[in-house]
């Protein structure tokens, strides 16, 4: 089955840690760019980061800069989301999507949150709460 599957995800204190994982089942994420999307409660779907397939090009919302970091390691297929100095404002669903990006670019791939955008795959989602 070809699917991404996230993990990593739960609850944290303010100003706490946490690392996301986006695995692919079924196929290579070599060829493909990964974006990190959030759906807080009552909000619009928004990118968060996203990263080229060489993992050269990365993007960050305004909001997650200097804070969060994105990488990937094509070996293991996985795409990672590395969240730091997490604030109650970060809680949400977390997604994650893959597409070759025939027509987006990188940066704009964060501007353009499922289901804007038919990504090729996207993952069930997965959710991140940051509370005390």
């Known amino acids: 089955q070809l699917q991404l599957v996230e993990s990593g995800g739960g609850l944290v204190q303010p100003g706490g840690s946490l690392r996301l994982s986006c695995a692919a089942s079924?196929?290579?994420?070599?060829?493909?760019?990964i974006g990190w999307f959030r759906q807080a409660p009552g909000k619009e779907r928004e990118g968060v980061s996203c990263?080229?397939?060489?993992?050269?090009?990365?993007s960050y919302a305004d909001s997650v800069k200097g804070r969060f970091t994105i990488s990937r390691d094509n070996a293991k297929n996985t795409v990672y989301l590395e969240m730091n100095s997490l604030k109650p404002e970060d809680t949400g669903v977390y997604y994650c999507a893959a597409d070759m990006l025939p027509i987006l670019t990188v940066q704009a791939m964060c501007a353009t949150p499922p289901p804007n955008y038919d990504y090729a795959y996207w993952g069930q989602g997965m959710q991140v709460t940051v509370s005390s």
């Open positions: 079924g196929f290579t994420l070599n060829y493909y760019a």
């Open positions: 990263i080229s397939s060489s993992g050269v090009i990365t």
